[in-house]
């Protein structure tokens, strides 16, 4: 299993950044993708997910209305489009599959979002 993210950088407040992850190493089209974040001294916390064929999306309340998440199946890519960034969304992202009951064992990278004026 692997996951790659792409798509982070520097915004200034009430800014948009897409974020991308491309998965590789399972089915992807099988299982439902999330999104987590995490800062530094704090544990990861779940963003968004979403099903296996996109059908159903479910998002946390700090971020529901702003972000989005969407798939495409073709590509193994799961996307997250963030609209009206506050600072308080800085944090390193990362994607995973769902198996159902947890997460794979393996994450990416992840992808650094920094919202600063």
């Known amino acids: 299993v692997q996951f790659v993210e792409s798509g982070g950088g520097l915004v200034q407040p009430g800014g948009s950044l897409r974020l991308s992850c491309a998965a590789s190493g399972f089915t992807f089209s099988r299982y439902s993708m999330r999104w987590y974040r995490q800062v530094p001294g704090k544990e990861r916390e779940l963003v968004a997910g979403?099903?296996?064929?996109?059908?159903?999306?479910n998002y946390a309340d700090a971020v529901k209305g702003r972000f989005t998440i969407s798939r495409d199946n073709s590509k193994n890519t799961v996307y997250l489009q963030m609209n009206s960034l506050k600072p308080e969304d800085t944090a390193v992202y990362y994607c995973?599959?769902?198996?159902?009951?947890?997460?794979?064992?393996?994450w990416g990278q992840g992808t650094q979002v920094t919202v600063s004026s």
């Open positions: 979403i099903s296996s064929v996109g059908g159903s999306t």
């Open positions: 995973n599959v769902w198996w159902g009951s947890s997460t794979a064992d393996y």
